[in-house]
């Protein structure tokens, strides 16, 4: 018996991107695309079961419009069953709206994991098993792994699969331990074959290997600056409960990036408009924090790169807090008038650099521009 496992977790569909407004609506509706993309994925690999391990949805407030678009994508999936953990940010309650909605709109090959219960799937003609750990609130300082395997007769032959969303001690930071806690130390003595979890928005393990049986995919799709990596997901090739492969797929459409560019001549501003304005970047939300002194023409070149490279990116934000006009005696010459006090407390530091740090320079210059506009 072979079985391919598509596993994702975390897609957070209906996340708002406020902060990002003129970009707003690409960031929201790329994750519908990548849905859209990873079961196109997982149906040319032919996989047999689509696992979504929490967090499908970032509420439980969506409108019915993006809830039956998302059943009707996975309704797409051409394997034997798509199946659905609630995380903690898609909670189930026996009243949610959000999921008797989007069960109007799913098809029967889909299966929502409601109760912390063990699943049988020989009724969709496949040994395994799932034991499954949905969560049922925002928060909980318990985990859900707590099934009743006595019932369990010994010499059954199916693949035993854990499906849990929360955090992983070691691997997820959850300070106050309110995620749904969980120790690798107590899945690994689960006695189960292979643990599908969700939450944490890292792969993990960053390269699995034939050994893996823990595996948190990470989001699919990039949802802010935190997020360092292109968006991810498992494939999991299982021969049997000893034997498996892990492979771990890319899936992000757009991706976050920040850099620190310090820019102190025009090499550096040249080397970082071609760096910026390359193709890869042009999937990105950049965010390029400039550093360092320039002159006034060198500035304005800076200008004209920050429009190129605006141009090639999704979303370009600068900060240049840190960025500066190199003091020179021409820029002090041009902002105060010959042979007053700052005048020449300027020329002569400046005249004195070799002694003093550039920075009590740039501090003075600073100090007696802020004085002389209080006035
Ligand atoms: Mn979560």
Redesign the pocket.
């Known amino acids: 018996m072979e079985i391919k496992i598509f596993h994702t977790a975390?897609l957070h569909l209906g996340m708002r991107f406020a902060g990002y407004p003129d970009v707003q609506d690409e960031l929201i509706n790329a994750r519908h695309e990548t849905l859209e993309n990873m079961v196109e994925v997982a149906n040319q690999e032919s996989c047999t079961l689509f696992v979504m391990a929490?967090?499908l949805f970032d509420r439980t407030t969506l409108n019915v419009k993006d809830i039956s678009m998302v059943a009707r994508t996975l309704n797409e999936f051409e394997g034997e069953l798509v199946i659905i953990l609630p995380?903690?940010?898609d909670y189930y309650t026996h009243d949610s709206k959000l999921w008797n909605e989007f069960s109007k709109h799913a098809g029967d090959r889909i299966l929502i994991l409601k109760n912390s219960d063990i699943y049988d799937l020989n009724k969709y003609h496949l040994k395994i098993k799932i034991y499954a750990a949905p969560c049922s609130a925002k928060h909980s300082n318990e985990n859900m792994i707590k099934w009743d395997n006595s019932r369990e007769s010994t010499e059954n032959v199916s693949i035993k699969i854990g499906l849990a969303?929360?955090s992983l001690e070691g691997v997820s930071p959850d300070f106050n331990k309110t995620?749904y806690p969980m120790t690798r130390k107590e899945l690994e003595s689960s006695g189960l074959d292979l643990w599908l979890l969700?939450?944490t928005h890292l792969p993990w393990p960053e390269n699995p290997d034939k050994n893996s049986r823990i595996l948190i995919p990470g989001t699919p799709e990039p949802d802010g600056f935190d997020c360092k990596h292109e968006g991810s997901a498992f494939i999991i090739n299982m021969e049997s409960s000893s034997n498996m492969k892990v492979q771990k797929v890319s899936t992000g459409k757009y991706r976050f990036f920040i850099d620190q560019v310090v820019l102190n001549d025009d090499k550096a501003i040249a080397s970082m408009k071609q760096k910026y304005t390359g193709d890869e970047y042009s999937n990105m939300v950049l965010r390029l924090i400039l550093k360092g002194r320039l002159r006034k023409e060198e500035l304005e070149g800076v200008e004209e790169s920050i429009e190129l490279i605006n141009n090639g990116v999704l979303l370009l934000q600068i900060v240049k807090d840190e960025l500066h006009e190199s003091i020179t005696p021409e820029l002090i010459n041009s902002e105060f008038t010959e042979n007053s006090f700052p005048h020449q407390l300027l020329l002569s530091l400046l005249e004195e650099k070799k002694e003093i740090s550039f920075k009590s320079l740039q501090k003075t210059y600073d100090i007696i521009r802020k004085i002389r506009n209080e006035n």
């Open positions: 975390d929490g967090d995380g903690n940010h969303h929360g995620y969700g939450h």
